[in-house]
């Protein structure tokens, strides 16, 4: 930051690790929209509510770092039930 280089990157394991719940990430407004309630609207819609709670919550907390630049680790419980439905409900709300 210090010299005006762009952080980039992936998310670790361990950040996601770091969630249990959707409890852990708090709701937050991006142009006049609630990230989180919609994320979870759209979750419902598309019927991924077996997906991992921790794992969305993570999601939400680094796409409210990075919400022009998200790029999610999607491999870290299971790709294809949770990982992959996870990213879609945050990219879309987002």
Known sequence: ???????AGTMAHSFI???NSLEDVPEYQ???VNIKQLTLAIRE????????DGELAA????????????SCLVDTY???????PNFIC???AL
């Open 30 to 32: 991006l142009n006049s």
């Open 59 to 70: 999601f939400l907390a680094f796409a409210k770092g990075f919400p022009n630049k998200l």
């Open 1 to 7: 930051m210090k010299l005006n280089i762009p952080v």
């Open 90 to 92: 945050v990219a879309y």
């Open 45 to 52: 819609k598309l019927k991924f509510t077996s997906t991992k």
């Open 17 to 19: 690790t770091a969630f």
């Open 78 to 84: 299971d790709t294809l039930k949770s990982g992959v």
